[in-house]
């Protein structure tokens, strides 16, 4: 079955939230720790920081598989053809089944002018940095965000660009 992208609006803000929940505590407590999963949701999957994020331009899209909302993603345009992927998550139990890359070809679909896309991700999220290199996507830089708190975001910056 072929996955939907299906465009969020402010009224899918606590679908998006209890998505980003469900997926936060079942993955990044073993990368981050509990306390740092918590900071960063209350950070960033707050009604209040969501809605902002949508108004500061981020394109949230809800991703859909036989009718059950499994994950979202969030992009947001850098420059004409550049983009940046902000979030791209989908529900433990739907993932390992082709479904990330091809909801990632379907949302490729929805920027044609697209020539470049980047990403952050947790040097230490094994998974994820291997699913985007099966995507194209290359390590561009290594780099540490102060996220508050005394927390960081000890990520690699991987760029995807259009051959």
């Given at each position: 079955?072929?996955?939907?992208?299906?465009?969020?609006?402010?009224?899918?803000?606590?679908?998006?939230?209890?998505?980003?929940?469900?997926?936060?505590?079942?993955?990044?407590p073993a990368i981050i720790g509990t306390e740092q999963v918590e900071y960063m949701l209350g950070k960033l999957y707050s009604e209040a920081a969501l809605l902002d994020q949508m108004h500061k331009g981020q394109a949230f899209w809800l991703i859909r598989l036989e009718d059950i909302v499994c994950g979202f993603a969030a992009v947001s345009k850098e420059a004409e053809g550049r983009y940046f992927l902000n979030k791209f998550y989908i529900q433990q139990h739907s993932r390992a089944k082709g479904l990330g890359l091809a909801v990632f070809r379907e949302l490729l679909n929805l920027y044609p002018d697209l020539q470049e896309m980047r990403l952050q991700v947790n040097r230490q999220n094994v998974v994820a940095i291997n699913f985007y290199f099966k995507a194209d996507f290359v390590i561009e830089k290594s780099a540490d965000f102060d996220i508050g708190d005394g927390y960081f975001m000890n990520d690699f910056v991987m760029v995807y660009k259009v051959k």
């Open positions: 079955m072929k996955p939907q992208l299906i465009p969020a609006s402010p009224a899918e803000i606590l679908n998006i939230r209890e998505l980003a929940v469900d997926i936060w505590n079942e993955y990044y």
